[in-house]
């Protein structure tokens, strides 16, 4: 049987809403966090069918407004975005409006009624020209995803809101409605017989989303301020990621192409390897961080019954 993550709650039940769950993370931590809290989502393009969501766009100030007040939650985690990059490089005003605008609102609106607001970030913010990146090192965005980021990151810091920051990257697993993860979609494209290329010189950590669920709830659970890094243990290429996950689902090597960035002609500029420390929220919750070995057998374990 997959070994679920479940979350222990002692305090009595506690309201969380997520704004985004019929996206990838904000689905998983209504399903990790169901037993232990009363669990609201929002959706906004994509209908989900649980009968806790609101329809929610997070441009709609008053809308907003009138759906964290009528929920009340004790915590606001916010996974909404556009998590496109070239489509935020090539449509920098809405990138700006979703990722900066609407976080602000939805900030805003968790602070009126009382709530922690836990906003999701990215390791998009840095510029890669470090060895590993920790909680207080500053900000450098190379594209118009990244910079809506550290915008909403300011914003918060600026503010009085109480409101905690997730820092994470290239998240892996099951879930959401509108589109699938990068690995979701290499399998499907292996199980079709089809190869694919993966870049060698973009490193990052691989994030299997039930664990990030899992560690945000239990940050929450602790109360915890300010930023946080939470992803997975190990920084390696797209292509040795895909390498991985290819192994583990019974697929040849050969299916996996390497190449290099420059030959993908990728609109937005990636930083070249950021390797995120996660000391930080290992100590806080008590919870080991996965390795990439660990994470995609879990995954794994989800899909392959
Ligand atoms: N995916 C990654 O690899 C990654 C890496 C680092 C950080 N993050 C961050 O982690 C968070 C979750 O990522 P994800 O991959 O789970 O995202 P996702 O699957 O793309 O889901 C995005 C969610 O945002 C909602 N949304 C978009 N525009 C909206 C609007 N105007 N008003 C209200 N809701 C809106 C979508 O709703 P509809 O689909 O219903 O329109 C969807 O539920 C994001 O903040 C992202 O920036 C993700």
């Given at each position: 049987m997959y070994n679920k993550y479940v979350v222990e709650n002692n305090s009595s039940m506690k309201k969380i809403l997520v704004?985004?769950?019929?996206g990838l993370l904000g689905s998983r931590i209504i399903e990790v966090g169901r037993d232990s809290y009363e669990m609201f989502g929002t959706y906004s393009k994509h209908k989900t069918d649980a009968e806790n969501d609101y329809h929610l766009d997070s441009l709609n100030r008053k809308q907003t407004f009138a759906v964290v007040k009528e929920v009340n939650p004790d915590f606001v985690i916010d996974t909404h975005a556009i998590t496109n990059l070239d489509y935020c490089e090539t449509h920098p005003e809405e990138a700006w409006n979703v990722n900066f605008e609407g976080a602000k609102n939805i900030a805003e609106a968790s602070e009126n009624t009382g709530a922690k607001y836990v906003f999701l970030s990215t390791?998009?913010?840095?510029?890669?020209?470090?060895e590993t990146y920790f909680e207080t090192d500053k900000a450098h965005p190379l594209n118009q995803y990244g910079k809506t980021k550290v915008a909403a990151e300011e914003m918060l810091e600026a503010s009085s809101i109480d409101f905690l920051v997730i820092k994470t990257a290239v998240l892996y697993g099951i879930g959401g409605i509108g589109k699938p993860s990068f690995a979701t979609w290499l399998i499907s494209k292996l199980e079709n017989g089809e190869k694919v290329k993966a870049v060698t010189d973009q490193k990052n950590n691989p994030t299997f989303v039930d664990s990030l669920a899992a560690s945000i709830l239990k940050l929450c659970e602790k109360n915890a301020r300010g930023i946080f890094h939470v992803s997975g243990k190990d920084c390696i290429s797209r292509y040795e990621f895909s390498l991985q996950i290819a192994e583990a689902f019974g697929?040849?090597?050969?299916?996996v192409i390497p190449v290099s960035?420059?030959?993908?002609?990728?609109?937005a500029k990636r930083p070249k390897a950021v390797n995120l420390g996660i000391g930080k929220v290992e100590k806080a919750t008590g919870m080991n961080v996965l390795s990439i070995k660990e994470g995609i057998s879990m995954f794994r374990k989800q899909i392959v019954i």
């Open positions: 704004i985004g769950s019929s390791d998009n913010v840095f510029d890669g020209t470090k697929f040849g090597k050969e299916m960035s420059s030959e993908l002609n990728q609109v």
